[in-house]
T-cell receptor, first 115, second 115 residues
Framework: KAGVTQTPRYLIKTRGQQVTLSCSPI?????VSWYQQTPGQGLQFLFE???????NKGNFPGRFSGRQFSNSRSEMNVSTLELGDSALYLC??????????????FGSGTRLTVV | AQKVTQAQTEISVVEKEDVTLDCVYE???????LFWYKQPPSGELVFLIR??????QNEISGRYSWNFQKSTSSFNFTITASQVVDSAVYFC????????????FGTGTSLTVIP
């Protein structure tokens, strides 16, 4: 059974550019959540998508957005990149939303560096 | 306010020693889950254990054990007979019934097991 797949694995972007990261959940999983991990702020929740709808959102500026497709794959987009956006971006998938967390599985992440 | 506190930033132990990682959480929900994750250098968050707020029974799973005490809002994790492969960053996390798949993570404890 394939795990959660995040692409690309590494990314280098310039300040002011935008970036799109992709997350393919485990087959059958319909919920995808995104997290940002930085040395200063640690692991912070960005948003969750379930059945193509955003279910929950963390405290991040509007430059951070996401979407989910009908096949449950999700993308997150960061516009007008800032140096502080350099981070490891992790996604996690699960069968459902709410309390179905037994199968909550993280991907290996995309490491974004903004120069 | 920080919902999950891991006061230990770094711990070093000699191989075969036991080590306990501390976690204190804060929530107003009566229904919640607590988790421990391990993050090796590759970046992926590896699930270790999970406990719900209604089950304070402490268990042992192989070399892992945990001590959940609601009275002190603590969820400590112990590795018995540590091995070099246990070297990683360990995260405690909280998920509240009211926020579904949103996890609140502690700042992590970096464990180094010295051969």
């Amino acid at each position: 059974k394939a795990g959660v797949t995040q692409t690309p694995r590494y990314l280098i972007k310039t300040r002011g550019q935008q970036v799109t990261l992709s997350c393919s959940p485990i087959s059958g999983h319909r919920s995808v959540s995104w997290y940002q991990q930085t040395p200063g702020q640690g692991l912070q929740f960005l948003f969750e998508y379930f059945s193509e709808t955003q279910r929950n959102k963390g405290n991040f500026p509007g430059r951070f957005s996401g979407r989910q497709f009908s096949n449950s794959r999700s993308e997150m987009n960061v516009s007008t990149l800032e140096l502080g956006d350099s981070a490891l971006y992790l996604c996690a998938s699960s069968l459902g939303t709410g309390w179905n967390l037994v199968d909550y599985t993280f991907g290996s992440g995309t490491r974004l560096t903004v120069v | 306010a920080q919902k999950v506190t891991q006061a230990q930033t770094e711990i070093s132990v000699v191989e075969k020693e036991d080590v306990t990682l501390d976690c204190v959480y804060e929530t107003r929900d009566t229904t919640y889950y607590l988790f421990w994750y391990k993050q090796p250098p590759s970046g992926e968050l590896v699930f270790l254990i999970r406990r719900n707020s209604f089950d304070e029974q402490n268990e042992i799973s192989g070399r892992y054990s945990w001590n959940f005490q609601k009275s002190t809002s603590s969820f400590n994790f112990t590795i018995t007979a540590s091995q070099v492969v246990d070297s990683a960053v360990y995260f405690c996390a909280l998920s509240e019934a009211g926020t579904g798949n949103q996890f609140y993570f502690g700042t992590g404890t970096s464990l180094t097991v010295i051969p």
